[in-house]
């Protein structure tokens, strides 16, 4: 059964300047670069049939491309911090692209997510790295921005069960309609 989810790609330029926040957080499991991308909707264990009907479904998406930034690191998990983040912009595309997501996979008896989505790429998986630990790598690191990227479409990935991190295949992708300036 493949273990399914939808997301966003992180284009390598971006992916590099990520890369570069690695190293100096005890504990801290790193993410490759390659492995980045924003998740909209985690699907999980399935059948193949439901596969093949999630990936049709996904084609019905009729969205614009849209422009994204990374803006700020920070980590999940409060005193227990279980992993490192870059934090998205909540641009009003990006949310309506995963609530449309989260609507679809309902419609085809998915159960709803339990978390609000909080758009992030995972950086690091934490182990036993202290609060303190991930604060000062914060106080260092945190102020992280990257250069604004366009979106221009999101892919169905699938994972290995109990891997985390990666590798990650792209096993459907939809493209976003371009914008077209219109000149008057």
Same mark, same amino acid.
């Given at each position: 059964?493949?273990?399914?989810?939808?997301?966003?790609?992180?284009?390598?330029?971006?992916?590099?300047?990520? @890369?570069?926040?690695?190293?100096?957080?005890?504990?801290?499991?790193?993410?490759?670069?390659?492995?980045?991308?924003?998740?909209?909707?985690?699907? $999980?264990?399935?059948?193949?049939?439901?596969?093949?009907?999630?990936?049709?479904?996904?084609?019905?998406?009729?969205?614009?491309?849209?422009?994204?930034?990374?803006? @700020?690191?920070?980590?999940?998990? @409060?005193? /227990?911090?279980?992993?490192?983040?870059?934090?998205?912009?909540?641009?009003?595309?990006?949310?309506?692209?995963?609530?449309?997501?989260?609507?679809?996979?309902?419609?085809?008896?998915?159960?709803?997510? @339990?978390? /609000?989505?909080?758009?992030?790429?995972?950086?690091?998986?934490?182990?036993?790295?202290?609060?303190?630990?991930?604060?000062?790598?914060?106080?260092?690191? $945190?102020?992280?921005?990257?250069?604004?990227?366009?979106?221009?479409?999101?892919?169905?990935?699938?994972?290995?069960?109990?891997?985390?991190?990666?590798?990650?295949?792209?096993?459907?992708?939809?493209?976003?309609?371009?914008?077209?300036?219109?000149?008057?």
């Amino acid at each position: 059964m493949p273990r399914l989810f939808t997301a966003l790609e992180i284009p390598a330029p971006v992916g590099q300047s990520l @890369g570069m926040m690695r190293g100096g957080l005890p504990g801290a499991r790193w993410i490759d670069p390659e492995n980045y991308h924003l998740t909209l909707r985690f699907i $999980g264990d399935i059948d193949d049939a439901l596969a093949r009907e999630i990936a049709g479904m996904l084609g019905r998406v009729q969205r614009r491309s849209f422009e994204l930034c990374l803006d @700020g690191l920070s980590a999940f998990g @409060g005193r /227990k911090p279980r992993a490192l983040v870059a934090a998205a912009t909540q641009v009003a595309p990006l949310m309506e692209l995963q609530a449309e997501h989260e609507r679809l996979l309902q419609r085809l008896g998915l159960e709803p997510d @339990g978390r /609000k989505f909080t758009p992030h790429v995972t950086l690091a998986r934490l182990r036993d790295s202290s609060s303190q630990q991930v604060a000062d790598y914060l106080a260092a690191r $945190g102020y992280f921005r990257s250069a604004p990227f366009q979106v221009s479409r999101f892919v169905l990935f699938s994972s290995r069960a109990s891997v985390g991190g990666g590798p990650y295949v792209v096993e459907a992708d939809y493209p976003l309609e371009e914008r077209v300036l219109r000149r008057a």
